[in-house]
């Protein structure tokens, strides 16, 4: 096969099978300055569970993903709307900064860690510690979240449709939580709080940007009691 190029503009979307070529070679051709001039529409086919796919992007491209993929797609991604048709491995969209990153699927741990901006979308459910150190991003998941999930959430939202496992919000800073479902447990310092018309608002916006048909109003409210940003003797046992 002849080397990625963007030289050429692409009326159709350019197409990279990832059984004849290198998910390192695709992604050089995604990180091409011109890129987003030259060729704004990607399908990847093939990907077979491959890792690091979509990595590093930072232009308006569209990336369709048609299968399943593996460890840190679509992470530190900006601008960017990269689309996984499929199930996404650990990682997915780790410390993204702007764009869109959807999931059809499932989601492995950790999706959305360290997070500053953007908006993750996991049609599924996503694994533990979906969103840990989440730092501004926007995370919404159509299904259920495994345990530990907003673990040390800094700021950000993450909205769960379905159930939430142990230690919701574990040591929760301002990320701000909202659970359609049941919670099994809140971590430390994670409280429910109560659901104001802003909140309402705020939440409804999210479902509507995620593609999400789900009343705003059937949904919860979570964040931190503010008890551990200062070390304090009656509160030692919950360090």
Not at 159 to 168: E, I, Q
């Amino acid at each position: 096969m002849a080397a990625l190029s963007t030289s050429d503009v692409a009326v159709e979307p350019a197409v990279v099978d990832l059984s004849f070529t290198g998910v390192r070679e695709l992604n050089a051709a995604l990180h091409a300055p011109d890129v987003a001039d030259k060729a704004s529409a990607w399908r990847v086919t093939s990907p077979a569970g491959r890792h690091s796919i979509a990595v590093g992007l930072d232009a308006e491209v569209d990336v369709r993903i048609e299968g399943h993929v593996g460890y840190y797609c679509a992470g530190m991604n900006q601008l960017a709307t990269v689309t996984v048709e499929g199930n996404a491995g650990v990682g997915v969209a780790e410390n993204m900064m702007s764009g869109t990153v959807r999931v059809r699927g499932n989601a492995s741990q950790s999706a959305g860690a360290t997070a500053h901006g953007g908006l993750l979308v996991v049609e599924g459910s996503a694994s533990a510690r979906c969103g840990i150190s989440m730092k501004g991003v926007d995370i919404v998941v159509g299904g259920d979240v495994g345990h530990m999930s907003a673990f040390m959430g800094q700021a950000g939202r993450l909205v769960v449709c379905g159930d939430a496992g142990d230690a919701l919000g574990d040591s929760v800073y301002e990320a701000r939580i909202y659970v359609a479902g049941a919670v099994k447990s809140l971590g430390a310092d994670c409280v429910e709080k109560e659901v104001r018309p802003e909140h309402l608002a705020e939440l409804a916006g999210l479902l509507h940007a995620a593609g999400i048909d789900a009343d705003a109003t059937s949904f919860r409210r979570y964040g931190s009691a503010r008890r551990l940003y200062n070390f304090h003797v009656d509160n030692a046992s919950a360090y």
